[in-house]
Nanobody
Framework: QVQLVESGGGPVQAGGSLRLSCAASGRTFSSYAMGWFRQAPGKEREFVAR???????YIADSVKGRFTISRDNAKNTVYLQMNSLKPEDTAVYYC?????????????????WGQGTQVTVSS
């Protein structure tokens, strides 16, 4: 069983920055594929970014150039740095972990999910 706890969300003005953190339990965090997703009110959950074994990252086109994902395996934590935030970035942000081998390409490919953290961007 893996527990994921997100933090760092909150209100921010457009153009501002936030850094989300996701702390994971488990002894083999470095082998986890980690992802960030978000869900805005009335919309489906969408992929934001993923980190695979620390060196391989992928960012959704919708946030590319503004968001970056990184991880600190010594702290069992993955981060989502969000810059130049826009009102349309308002959503609940979730982190997810995949423990099985293979690259996750869909939210169903992840094994564990956090409870989410709210990000609200005002104009």
């Amino acid at each position: 069983q893996v527990q994921l706890v997100e933090s760092g969300g909150g209100p921010v003005q457009a153009g501002g920055s936030l850094r989300l953190s996701c702390a994971a339990s488990g002894r083999t965090f470095s082998s986890y594929a980690m992802g960030w997703f978000r869900q805005a009110p009335g919309k489906e959950r969408e992929f934001v970014a993923r980190s695979i074994w620390g060196d391989y990252t992928y960012i959704a086109d919708s946030v590319k150039g503004r968001f970056t994902i990184s991880r600190d395996n010594a702290k069992n934590t993955v981060y989502l740095q969000m810059n130049s935030l826009k009102p349309e970035d308002t959503a609940v942000y979730y982190c997810a972990a995949r423990l099985r081998p293979g690259i996750p390409t869909h939210e169903d490919d992840y094994d564990y999910w956090g409870q989410g953290t709210q990000v609200t961007v005002s104009s």
